[in-house]
C-alpha cells in the first residue's frame, strides 16, 4: 500500500477494513480526473446515472464534473488503485474521446498490469522519478482506454435521469430552474425532482451549481473574467457567485487564475 502525493498527481493503493464510511465513498465530483482499479470487496459504484457491481479487475474512469459515489459493504475489504490526475496532461483529442465513453472498463489487462506496477516504481525511485513514470503510464493508460471498445456488463442505466443529465448538459449555459425544467422536460416539477434525487442521491439544483461552477472555473482558466463567467452563466450576482465558486472549490475566483 502507499500513498503518493506531489505536484499535480495524487495515487494511492488504499486497502479498507470493515469501519466507519470514508468521505470518498459519498457522493461529489471535482475538476480532475479520477481512475480506480477495483482488486477486492463488495461495491457497487455509480457514476452519473450509471451503475455497477464491481467485479475484480473493473477500471472506473471519472471524467471532469462527473458525479460518482460507492455503495459500499464495510464488512468486507475494499482494496483499490486510485489515481488523480489533471487536465492539462491528457490530450485534448483524448479528452474528446473519453468523455464520449462509458466510464466502466472490464477485462483490460494491459491497464490492470500498468497500475499494478505502480507500486514497485514507488519503492525504488525518488519523488520526482516516480512522478515522471507515473505521468507516462497514465499517459499510456487513457490511450488505451480511448482505443477500448468492450463494453462492460452489469450496468443499470436509467434512461429517464440520463435524458435530465443530456438536458442539464446541453443548457448548462442556460438560467435553469425547476419551472424551466418541467416545461422543457414535460413532467411535474416534484416528479423530476424525486427522480434524480433518488437516483443520483443529490438535489437537482445542487447538481446544476456545481456543474455550472465546474464550468466557471474552466472559463476562467481560459482566461475569462470571473465577473464575466458568472454573467454568462446566469448566476443572480457576482456574490453569489463568488460564495458558491468558493463553497465547491475551496478557492476563490481570482485565486484560480492565479494558481
Known sequence: MFHFTFQNLDIAHKLDNASSPKDEYGKHLHPFYELILFLHGDVDYHVEEISKHLITGDIILMTPGEYHYASVDKDVMYERYVLKFPVEIVPEHIRNILKEKDPFFIGSN??????????????????????????????????????????????????????????????????????????????????????????????????????????????????????????????????????????????????????
Open 110 to 259: 494491459r491497464v490492470k498490469n500498468l497500475i499494478i506496477s505502480l507500486d514497485r516504481d514507488f519503492s525504488i525511485f525518488s519523488s520526482a522519478d516516480f512522478y515522471v513514470i507515473a505521468c507516462a503510464k497514465i499517459a499510456e493508460i487513457l490511450v488505451y482506454l480511448a482505443n477500448y471498445d468492450k463494453k462492460a456488463g452489469g450496468e443499470v442505466t436509467r434512461d429517464f435521469v440520463a435524458n435530465i443529465i443530456d438536458y442539464i448538459q446541453v443548457n448548462i449555459k442556460e438560467d435553469l430552474n425547476m419551472d424551466r425544467l418541467s416545461k422543457d422536460l414535460h413532467y411535474s416539477k416534484s416528479y423530476i425532482a424525486n427522480e434524480f434525487r433518488m437516483t443520483m442521491k443529490v438535489p437537482i439544483m445542487k447538481y446544476i451549481r456545481s456543474k455550472k461552477i465546474i464550468l466557471a472555473q474552466s472559463m476562467i482558466l481560459q482566461g475569462i473574467k470571473p465577473s464575466k463567467v458568472a454573467e454568462e452563466l446566469h448566476f443572480e450576482d457576482y456574490s453569489t457567485f463568488y460564495r458558491r465558486y468558493l463553497q465547491e472549490t475551496g478557492e476563490t475566483p481570482s485565486g484560480v487564475k492565479q494558481k
